[in-house]
Protein backbone atom coordinates (compact mmCIF):
# COMPACT_ATOMS: atom_id res chain seq x y z
CA UNK A 1 0.00 0.00 0.00
CA UNK A 2 1.65 3.45 -1.08
CA UNK A 3 1.66 6.10 1.40
CA UNK A 4 -0.19 9.67 -0.43
CA UNK A 5 1.96 12.29 0.78
CA UNK A 6 0.92 16.01 -0.24
CA UNK A 7 3.72 17.79 0.04
CA UNK A 8 4.13 22.12 0.15
CA UNK A 9 6.68 22.75 -2.89
CA UNK A 10 6.10 25.11 -5.65
CA UNK A 11 7.20 22.29 -8.08
CA UNK A 12 8.05 18.63 -8.55
CA UNK A 13 12.13 17.89 -8.41
CA UNK A 14 11.43 17.08 -12.49
CA UNK A 15 9.10 19.50 -13.52
CA UNK A 16 11.41 20.91 -15.90
CA UNK A 17 10.27 24.56 -16.50
CA UNK A 18 12.51 27.13 -18.90
CA UNK A 19 13.54 30.42 -17.36
CA UNK A 20 11.01 32.47 -19.15
CA UNK A 21 8.21 30.21 -17.84
CA UNK A 22 10.24 30.11 -14.39
CA UNK A 23 10.11 33.67 -14.22
CA UNK A 24 6.28 34.27 -15.61
CA UNK A 25 4.94 31.38 -13.02
CA UNK A 26 7.49 32.50 -10.49
CA UNK A 27 8.35 28.61 -10.12
CA UNK A 28 11.04 29.34 -8.15
CA UNK A 29 9.07 30.63 -5.59
CA UNK A 30 10.29 33.90 -5.33
CA UNK A 31 13.73 32.47 -3.89
CA UNK A 32 15.53 29.45 -6.01
CA UNK A 33 16.87 28.58 -2.61
CA UNK A 34 13.18 27.29 -1.57
CA UNK A 35 13.64 24.39 -4.16
CA UNK A 36 16.86 23.20 -2.35
CA UNK A 37 15.17 22.48 0.54
CA UNK A 38 12.19 21.23 -0.78
CA UNK A 39 13.41 19.10 -3.16
CA UNK A 40 16.01 17.62 -0.48
CA UNK A 41 12.81 16.69 1.28
CA UNK A 42 11.11 15.18 -1.85
CA UNK A 43 14.05 12.82 -1.62
CA UNK A 44 14.10 11.99 1.68
CA UNK A 45 10.56 11.07 1.50
CA UNK A 46 10.75 9.60 -2.00
CA UNK A 47 10.68 5.85 -0.59
CA UNK A 48 9.12 2.68 -3.42
CA UNK A 49 6.01 2.87 -1.44
CA UNK A 50 5.54 6.88 -1.19
CA UNK A 51 3.86 9.02 -3.70
CA UNK A 52 4.67 12.55 -3.48
CA UNK A 53 1.75 15.50 -4.88
CA UNK A 54 3.69 19.24 -4.59
CA UNK A 55 1.22 22.02 -3.91
CA UNK A 56 2.57 24.48 -6.06
CA UNK A 57 2.56 26.79 -2.96
CA UNK A 58 -1.43 26.62 -3.34
CA UNK A 59 -3.50 27.42 -0.41
CA UNK A 60 -7.30 26.89 -1.01
CA UNK A 61 -9.48 26.21 2.42
CA UNK A 62 -12.04 24.37 -0.15
CA UNK A 63 -9.65 21.76 -1.40
CA UNK A 64 -9.43 20.61 2.90
CA UNK A 65 -12.11 17.93 2.12
CA UNK A 66 -10.66 16.72 -1.79
CA UNK A 67 -7.08 16.41 0.87
CA UNK A 68 -8.48 14.48 3.81
CA UNK A 69 -9.84 11.84 1.11
CA UNK A 70 -6.68 11.42 -1.32
CA UNK A 71 -3.62 11.58 0.80
CA UNK A 72 -2.01 10.15 4.15
CA UNK A 73 -0.28 12.75 5.39
CA UNK A 74 0.96 16.45 4.70
CA UNK A 75 4.57 17.69 5.06
CA UNK A 76 5.13 21.26 5.38
CA UNK A 77 8.58 22.36 4.46
CA UNK A 78 8.99 25.61 5.50
CA UNK A 79 12.10 28.09 5.94
CA UNK A 80 11.69 31.38 7.78
CA UNK A 81 8.28 31.65 7.62
CA UNK A 82 7.82 32.95 11.09
CA UNK A 83 8.41 36.28 10.44
CA UNK A 84 6.03 39.37 10.29
CA UNK A 85 5.76 40.02 6.45
CA UNK A 86 4.29 35.87 6.46
CA UNK A 87 1.98 36.22 8.71
CA UNK A 88 -0.81 36.63 6.87
CA UNK A 89 0.23 33.58 4.82
CA UNK A 90 0.84 31.31 8.05
CA UNK A 91 -2.70 32.76 9.37
CA UNK A 92 -3.95 31.17 5.57
CA UNK A 93 -2.04 27.73 5.94
CA UNK A 94 -3.14 27.16 9.74
CA UNK A 95 -7.34 27.64 8.73
CA UNK A 96 -6.70 24.98 6.08
CA UNK A 97 -4.46 22.26 8.87
CA UNK A 98 -7.71 22.94 11.45
CA UNK A 99 -9.83 21.21 8.67
CA UNK A 100 -7.30 18.35 8.08
CA UNK A 101 -8.39 14.98 9.76
CA UNK A 102 -4.87 13.52 8.83
CA UNK A 103 -1.37 13.83 10.41
CA UNK A 104 0.38 16.83 9.30
CA UNK A 105 4.16 17.59 9.77
CA UNK A 106 6.42 20.46 9.84
CA UNK A 107 9.76 19.97 8.49
CA UNK A 108 12.13 22.70 9.19
CA UNK A 109 10.69 25.98 9.74
CA UNK A 110 12.42 28.82 11.68
CA UNK A 111 11.66 32.43 13.28
CA UNK A 112 12.95 35.64 11.71
CA UNK A 113 14.68 38.31 14.11
CA UNK A 114 17.88 39.34 14.63
CA UNK A 115 21.01 37.56 15.43
CA UNK A 116 20.28 38.45 19.23
CA UNK A 117 16.81 36.32 18.49
CA UNK A 118 15.15 39.58 20.03
CA UNK A 119 11.53 38.19 21.53
CA UNK A 120 10.09 41.69 21.57
CA UNK A 121 10.42 41.86 17.81
CA UNK A 122 8.33 38.58 17.81
CA UNK A 123 5.30 39.69 19.81
CA UNK A 124 3.31 40.65 17.50
CA UNK A 125 3.18 37.51 15.50
CA UNK A 126 2.98 35.48 18.85
CA UNK A 127 -0.64 34.62 18.44
CA UNK A 128 -0.81 33.69 14.56
CA UNK A 129 2.59 31.21 15.65
CA UNK A 130 1.01 29.76 18.65
CA UNK A 131 -2.51 28.90 16.48
CA UNK A 132 -0.19 27.33 13.86
CA UNK A 133 1.96 25.48 16.37
CA UNK A 134 -1.18 24.36 17.89
CA UNK A 135 -2.94 22.71 15.19
CA UNK A 136 0.50 21.03 13.60
CA UNK A 137 0.54 19.25 17.13
CA UNK A 138 -3.03 18.24 17.13
CA UNK A 139 -1.96 16.39 14.14
CA UNK A 140 1.64 15.35 15.10
CA UNK A 141 3.72 14.65 17.59
CA UNK A 142 6.03 17.11 17.68
CA UNK A 143 7.30 19.87 15.07
CA UNK A 144 10.92 20.21 13.47
CA UNK A 145 12.57 23.58 13.27
CA UNK A 146 15.94 24.64 12.09
CA UNK A 147 17.86 25.59 15.04
CA UNK A 148 17.84 26.76 18.97
CA UNK A 149 16.75 30.06 18.84
CA UNK A 150 13.46 29.07 16.95
CA UNK A 151 13.26 26.47 19.39
CA UNK A 152 13.39 28.46 22.35
CA UNK A 153 11.05 30.84 20.65
CA UNK A 154 8.47 28.11 20.35
CA UNK A 155 8.96 26.69 24.18
CA UNK A 156 8.08 30.74 25.46
CA UNK A 157 4.70 30.19 24.11
CA UNK A 158 4.31 27.10 25.96
CA UNK A 159 5.30 24.65 23.14
CA UNK A 160 7.87 21.78 23.87
CA UNK A 161 7.16 19.55 21.69
CA UNK A 162 9.70 20.67 19.26
CA UNK A 163 12.20 18.66 17.42
CA UNK A 164 15.40 21.09 15.91
CA UNK A 165 16.26 19.31 13.05
CA UNK A 166 18.26 21.61 10.92
CA UNK A 167 16.96 21.68 7.36
CA UNK A 168 16.38 18.85 4.98
CA UNK A 169 18.68 20.34 2.13
CA UNK A 170 21.78 19.44 4.42
CA UNK A 171 20.60 15.96 4.42
CA UNK A 172 20.23 15.61 0.59
CA UNK A 173 23.04 12.53 0.74
CA UNK A 174 21.77 10.85 3.82
CA UNK A 175 24.66 10.14 6.62
CA UNK A 176 27.41 10.66 3.56
CA UNK A 177 28.94 14.19 3.50
CA UNK A 178 32.45 15.44 3.37
CA UNK A 179 33.27 19.19 2.92
CA UNK A 180 37.61 19.67 1.64
CA UNK A 181 39.53 22.56 0.93
CA UNK A 182 41.25 21.65 -2.50
CA UNK A 183 44.29 23.66 -2.01
CA UNK A 184 45.75 25.18 1.77
CA UNK A 185 45.21 28.66 0.39
CA UNK A 186 42.85 30.68 -1.88
CA UNK A 187 44.72 31.90 -4.83
CA UNK A 188 43.42 35.47 -6.77
CA UNK A 189 43.05 33.16 -9.64
CA UNK A 190 40.38 30.41 -7.67
CA UNK A 191 36.62 30.22 -8.85
CA UNK A 192 34.94 32.05 -5.78
CA UNK A 193 31.15 31.67 -6.01
CA UNK A 194 29.38 34.68 -3.77
CA UNK A 195 26.07 35.04 -2.96
CA UNK A 196 24.36 38.23 -2.01
CA UNK A 197 21.16 39.21 -0.37
CA UNK A 198 20.30 42.68 -1.82
CA UNK A 199 18.96 43.97 1.01
CA UNK A 200 22.34 43.79 3.05
CA UNK A 201 24.03 46.86 1.94
CA UNK A 202 26.93 46.54 3.90
CA UNK A 203 28.07 43.84 1.24
CA UNK A 204 28.76 46.92 -1.07
CA UNK A 205 32.26 47.16 -0.85
CA UNK A 206 33.11 43.26 -0.32
CA UNK A 207 31.63 43.23 -4.03
CA UNK A 208 33.52 45.81 -5.69
CA UNK A 209 36.44 44.72 -4.05
CA UNK A 210 36.60 40.65 -4.63
CA UNK A 211 34.95 41.50 -8.07
CA UNK A 212 38.78 43.59 -8.86
CA UNK A 213 40.43 40.68 -6.80
CA UNK A 214 39.26 37.61 -8.27
CA UNK A 215 39.07 37.73 -12.26
CA UNK A 216 37.31 34.50 -11.74
CA UNK A 217 34.69 35.13 -9.39
CA UNK A 218 30.60 34.47 -10.34
CA UNK A 219 27.45 35.94 -8.89
CA UNK A 220 24.90 33.52 -8.20
CA UNK A 221 22.11 35.62 -7.38
CA UNK A 222 18.19 33.80 -6.02
CA UNK A 223 15.66 35.97 -6.12
CA UNK A 224 12.67 36.23 -8.61
CA UNK A 225 13.40 40.11 -9.74
CA UNK A 226 16.76 39.31 -10.74
CA UNK A 227 15.79 36.59 -12.93
CA UNK A 228 13.68 39.03 -14.21
CA UNK A 229 16.21 41.29 -15.43
CA UNK A 230 18.25 38.91 -16.74
CA UNK A 231 16.02 37.57 -19.03
CA UNK A 232 14.55 41.15 -20.10
CA UNK A 233 16.61 43.85 -18.96
CA UNK A 234 16.08 46.44 -16.30
CA UNK A 235 12.71 46.73 -15.05
CA UNK A 236 10.86 50.42 -16.18
CA UNK A 237 11.57 51.90 -12.49
CA UNK A 238 14.55 50.73 -12.43
CA UNK A 239 16.45 51.77 -15.91
CA UNK A 240 19.36 54.06 -15.96
CA UNK A 241 19.93 53.61 -11.98
CA UNK A 242 23.34 52.24 -10.60
CA UNK A 243 24.19 50.64 -7.64
CA UNK A 244 27.23 48.84 -5.95
CA UNK A 245 25.08 45.77 -4.91
CA UNK A 246 24.36 43.67 -8.32
CA UNK A 247 20.67 44.55 -9.15
CA UNK A 248 20.71 46.10 -12.22
CA UNK A 249 22.35 45.59 -15.76
CA UNK A 250 24.63 48.63 -15.23
CA UNK A 251 26.65 46.36 -12.26
CA UNK A 252 30.01 45.44 -13.82
CA UNK A 253 28.94 41.60 -12.71
CA UNK A 254 26.08 41.94 -15.04
CA UNK A 255 28.34 43.73 -17.98
CA UNK A 256 31.45 41.65 -17.59
CA UNK A 257 29.31 38.12 -17.87
CA UNK A 258 29.39 37.05 -14.74
CA UNK A 259 26.33 36.38 -12.90
CA UNK A 260 24.68 32.76 -13.28
CA UNK A 261 21.28 32.19 -12.11
CA UNK A 262 19.85 28.56 -11.63
CA UNK A 263 16.11 26.91 -11.93
CA UNK A 264 17.06 23.65 -10.46
CA UNK A 265 19.18 22.77 -7.46
CA UNK A 266 21.13 19.84 -9.75
CA UNK A 267 22.78 22.51 -12.31
CA UNK A 268 23.05 24.63 -9.14
CA UNK A 269 25.01 21.83 -7.65
CA UNK A 270 27.25 20.86 -10.62
CA UNK A 271 28.54 24.49 -11.06
CA UNK A 272 29.35 24.52 -7.96
CA UNK A 273 31.10 21.34 -7.74
CA UNK A 274 33.75 23.02 -10.05
CA UNK A 275 34.34 26.27 -7.61
CA UNK A 276 37.19 26.61 -4.95
CA UNK A 277 34.87 28.65 -2.28
CA UNK A 278 31.74 30.08 -1.75
CA UNK A 279 31.23 33.12 0.36
CA UNK A 280 28.15 35.79 0.77
CA UNK A 281 25.15 35.87 2.77
CA UNK A 282 22.73 33.61 1.50
CA UNK A 283 22.07 30.35 3.49
CA UNK A 284 20.95 28.16 1.09
CA UNK A 285 23.74 29.23 -1.33
CA UNK A 286 26.30 28.49 1.19
CA UNK A 287 24.64 24.89 1.64
CA UNK A 288 24.35 24.21 -1.77
CA UNK A 289 28.16 24.73 -1.96
CA UNK A 290 28.64 22.57 0.99
CA UNK A 291 26.46 19.61 -0.66
CA UNK A 292 28.36 20.13 -3.93
CA UNK A 293 31.61 19.29 -1.62
CA UNK A 294 32.71 23.26 -2.24
CA UNK A 295 34.04 25.43 0.94
CA UNK A 296 31.23 27.38 1.91
CA UNK A 297 31.15 30.62 4.35
CA UNK A 298 28.40 32.20 5.52
CA UNK A 299 28.09 35.53 6.36
CA UNK A 300 24.92 35.51 9.14
CA UNK A 301 22.96 38.56 9.15
CA UNK A 302 19.54 37.75 10.80
CA UNK A 303 18.56 34.56 13.12
CA UNK A 304 17.65 32.72 10.39
CA UNK A 305 20.51 32.34 9.02
CA UNK A 306 22.91 31.98 12.29
CA UNK A 307 20.76 29.22 13.56
CA UNK A 308 21.13 27.24 10.99
CA UNK A 309 25.04 27.84 10.51
CA UNK A 310 25.18 27.02 14.51
CA UNK A 311 23.34 23.52 14.32
CA UNK A 312 25.38 22.66 11.10
CA UNK A 313 28.70 23.89 12.27
CA UNK A 314 28.70 25.63 9.26
CA UNK A 315 31.99 28.28 8.99
CA UNK A 316 30.61 31.77 9.52
CA UNK A 317 30.86 35.52 11.31
CA UNK A 318 28.09 37.58 12.21
CA UNK A 319 28.31 40.01 9.24
CA UNK A 320 27.65 42.91 11.57
CA UNK A 321 31.64 42.06 12.58
CA UNK A 322 33.02 41.22 8.63
CA UNK A 323 35.02 44.51 7.86
CA UNK A 324 34.54 45.74 4.40
CA UNK A 325 37.84 44.79 3.56
CA UNK A 326 37.29 41.04 4.32
CA UNK A 327 39.18 38.75 1.50
CA UNK A 328 37.96 35.44 0.87
CA UNK A 329 41.44 34.19 1.16
CA UNK A 330 41.16 35.10 5.04
CA UNK A 331 37.96 33.44 4.98
CA UNK A 332 39.36 30.35 3.18
CA UNK A 333 42.41 30.27 5.46
CA UNK A 334 40.23 30.35 8.95
CA UNK A 335 37.14 28.23 7.40
CA UNK A 336 37.39 24.66 9.62
CA UNK A 337 35.64 21.94 8.43
CA UNK A 338 35.78 19.48 10.66
CA UNK A 339 32.90 19.79 13.30
CA UNK A 340 30.63 20.24 9.81
CA UNK A 341 32.12 17.12 8.58
CA UNK A 342 31.98 14.66 11.81
CA UNK A 343 28.98 16.29 13.15
CA UNK A 344 27.13 14.91 10.36
CA UNK A 345 26.01 11.44 11.07
CA UNK A 346 24.57 12.32 14.11
CA UNK A 347 22.56 15.44 13.48
CA UNK A 348 21.68 12.55 10.36
CA UNK A 349 20.61 10.44 13.05
CA UNK A 350 18.13 13.13 14.82
CA UNK A 351 16.22 13.58 11.50
CA UNK A 352 15.53 9.93 10.64
CA UNK A 353 14.36 9.57 14.25
CA UNK A 354 12.08 12.46 13.71
CA UNK A 355 10.63 10.90 10.06
CA UNK A 356 10.32 7.15 12.34
CA UNK A 357 8.20 9.10 14.77
CA UNK A 358 5.66 11.12 11.99
CA UNK A 359 5.67 7.59 10.45
CA UNK A 360 6.96 9.14 7.19
CA UNK A 361 9.33 6.46 5.36
CA UNK A 362 12.97 7.16 4.47
CA UNK A 363 14.91 6.96 0.89
CA UNK A 364 18.10 6.17 2.67
CA UNK A 365 16.48 3.53 4.55
CA UNK A 366 14.39 1.82 1.62
CA UNK A 367 17.06 -0.23 -0.58
CA UNK A 368 18.09 1.81 -3.99
CA UNK A 369 15.24 4.36 -3.81
CA UNK A 370 17.85 7.20 -2.91
CA UNK A 371 19.91 5.59 -6.15
CA UNK A 372 16.97 5.62 -7.78
CA UNK A 373 16.33 9.63 -7.50
CA UNK A 374 19.95 10.44 -8.30
CA UNK A 375 19.66 8.58 -11.39
CA UNK A 376 16.26 10.54 -12.38
CA UNK A 377 17.95 13.63 -12.07
CA UNK A 378 21.43 12.35 -14.06
CA UNK A 379 18.49 11.14 -16.92
CA UNK A 380 16.81 14.35 -17.14
CA UNK A 381 17.89 17.64 -18.85
CA UNK A 382 17.04 20.96 -16.91
CA UNK A 383 17.79 24.26 -18.61
CA UNK A 384 21.26 25.82 -18.40
CA UNK A 385 21.76 28.60 -15.77
CA UNK A 386 20.46 32.22 -17.11
CA UNK A 387 23.25 34.69 -18.04
CA UNK A 388 23.00 38.56 -18.80
CA UNK A 389 21.30 38.64 -22.01
CA UNK A 390 24.49 40.47 -23.61
CA UNK A 391 26.25 37.58 -23.14
CA UNK A 392 23.73 34.93 -24.45
CA UNK A 393 23.95 33.64 -28.28
CA UNK A 394 21.84 35.30 -30.58
CA UNK A 395 19.60 31.84 -31.42
CA UNK A 396 18.72 32.09 -27.64
CA UNK A 397 17.69 35.27 -27.83
CA UNK A 398 15.68 34.63 -30.50
CA UNK A 399 14.03 31.64 -29.22
CA UNK A 400 13.17 34.07 -26.15
CA UNK A 401 11.09 36.02 -28.17
CA UNK A 402 9.62 33.22 -30.13
CA UNK A 403 8.60 32.11 -26.43
CA UNK A 404 6.93 35.40 -25.47
CA UNK A 405 5.22 35.70 -28.86
CA UNK A 406 3.89 32.02 -28.09
CA UNK A 407 3.27 32.52 -24.45
CA UNK A 408 1.76 36.39 -24.45
CA UNK A 409 -0.55 35.39 -27.62
CA UNK A 410 -3.50 35.86 -25.21
CA UNK A 411 -2.87 39.10 -24.23
CA UNK A 412 -3.80 42.45 -25.46
CA UNK A 413 -2.00 43.89 -28.44
CA UNK A 414 -0.83 47.08 -26.16
CA UNK A 415 1.37 44.62 -24.02
CA UNK A 416 3.06 41.90 -26.15
CA UNK A 417 4.34 44.48 -28.00
CA UNK A 418 5.70 46.14 -25.18
CA UNK A 419 7.03 42.95 -23.92
CA UNK A 420 8.69 42.54 -27.43
CA UNK A 421 10.00 45.92 -27.74
CA UNK A 422 11.87 45.27 -24.53
CA UNK A 423 13.47 41.95 -25.48
CA UNK A 424 14.39 43.22 -28.67
CA UNK A 425 16.15 46.15 -27.72
CA UNK A 426 18.58 43.77 -25.60
CA UNK A 427 19.06 41.86 -28.55
CA UNK A 428 20.21 44.48 -30.30
CA UNK A 429 22.42 45.71 -28.30
CA UNK A 430 23.56 42.20 -27.80
CA UNK A 431 24.37 41.34 -31.13
CA UNK A 432 25.95 42.23 -34.20
CA UNK A 433 24.32 43.76 -37.35
CA UNK A 434 23.43 40.44 -39.32
CA UNK A 435 20.91 39.57 -36.58
CA UNK A 436 19.90 43.25 -36.09
CA UNK A 437 18.82 43.22 -39.76
CA UNK A 438 16.72 40.07 -39.02
CA UNK A 439 14.98 41.54 -35.73
CA UNK A 440 14.17 44.20 -38.19
CA UNK A 441 11.99 42.29 -40.79
Known amino acids: ?54 TEFKVDLRDADRINEQYDVYVIPLANAFRRSYAHRIELMTKLVERLRIPVVVFG ?8 GDREYLRPIDDVVSRFV ?65 YVKSMAKIITSHQARYPNLRYLPQDLKTLGTLLYGDAPEDRGKTSAIPVHTSHPLFTQDKVRMFLDPWTWMDYLAGFDFAFGTRIHGTITALVSGTPGYLFAHDSRTLELARYFDIPHRLM ?3 PADVDAAQLYAEADYTALNTGHRARYEVLRAFLARHDLGNAFDDGDSAARFDAQVRETVFPPAVR ?54
Not at 6 to 21: C, I, Q, S, Y
Not at 23 to 46: C, P, Q
Open 388 to 441: PAGATSPEELLARIQWLRDRNAALGDDVRELREQRLRARVKRAVGAPVRRMLNR
Open 1 to 54: MHQRILMRAKKDPFDVRGPEEAYEGNWIGENNGNLVFSHAAHKLLRTSTARITS
Open 109 to 116: VGVQTDVT
Open 320 to 322: KDV
Open 134 to 198: RAALERGPSIGVRGEITARYLNTLGFSAVDVIGCPSMFLHGDRFRVEKSAPALSTDARVALTVSP
